[in-house]
């Protein structure tokens, strides 16, 4: 079946630019997460979905960070006034999160450079 | 100390050879561990999950130590292809479905 998809795969901006990143997860999959990955390091966390529940942003690094979910499905991660530190490859996963199941599933991730 | 550590490597082994990587956890309340694999410049892809009896799948085997809170992979017989950075990830803290990961082990294996 489908995999998670995200889109767009490159995204090069301007520094004080906003820009939105769209995550279509595997459908009936109940959790979608946002990460970003910067150059040679580990994945960070930014914002938890899980169903119709509030969002878990504790992992957001600033109020210029935000995300949605619509009907359970898609998600767009919005950041505004992008920083040069912005730059990295944010990835989107998601995962089914029944009892016996924390297992993820990655989007190729959107690489995004703020010139 | 870090949630979830692992050593960056780079491991470097020929081909055929036997190659472990261990990953620690501080939280012994964790439920659930998992292996991924991390090719360069590409999303990370799920290896396999490890269970308290330990699994094997082919050439991989993962084994869980609830008591000294580490989890190793262990590949038999490498292959150039497994060249990647493998990732432990830990979670279930607190019914918490939020993962934490390790930073990854660089694997490189060479003719």
């Known amino acids: 079946g489908a995999g998670v998809s995200q889109s767009p795969s490159n995204k090069v901006t301007e520094k004080g630019k906003d820009v939105e990143l769209r995550c279509d997860p595997i459908?009936?999959?109940?959790?979608l997460y946002w990460y970003r990955q910067s150059l040679g390091q580990g994945l960070e966390f930014l914002i938890y979905?899980?169903?119709?529940?509030?969002?878990?942003k504790s992992g957001l690094p600033s109020d210029r960070f935000s995300a949605e979910r619509t009907g359970g499905s898609v998600s767009t991660l919005t950041i505004q006034r992008t920083q040069q530190e912005d730059s990295a490859v944010y990835l989107c996963?998601?995962?089914?999160?029944?009892?016996?199941?924390?297992?993820?599933?990655f989007g190729p991730g959107t690489r995004l450079t703020v010139t | 100390r870090k949630e979830v550590e692992q050593d960056p490597g780079p491991f470097n082994v020929p081909e055929g050879a036997t190659v472990a990587f261990n990953c620690t956890y501080s939280?012994?309340?964790?439920?659930?561990f998992f292996w991924y694999r991390q090719d360069c410049r590409k999303e990370p892809k799920l290896l396999m999950s490890?269970?308290?009896s330990g699994n094997e799948d082919g050439r991989f085997t993962a084994q869980l130590n609830r008591a000294s809170q580490y989890i190793s992979l262990l590949i038999r017989d490498s292959k150039l292809s497994d060249s990647a950075t493998y990732l432990c990830?830990?979670?279930?803290?607190?019914?918490?479905?939020?993962?934490?990961f390790g930073r990854g082990t660089s694997l490189i294996v060479h003719p």
């Open positions: 996963a998601s995962s089914p999160t029944t009892v016996s199941s924390y297992e993820q599933y």
């Open positions: 459908s009936g999959h109940t959790a």
């Open positions: 979905f899980q169903g119709n529940s509030a969002p878990d």
């Open positions: 939280n012994s309340a964790s439920q659930s």
């Open positions: 490890v269970y308290s």
């Open positions: 990830v830990v979670n279930g803290a607190g019914g918490s479905y939020i993962p934490t």
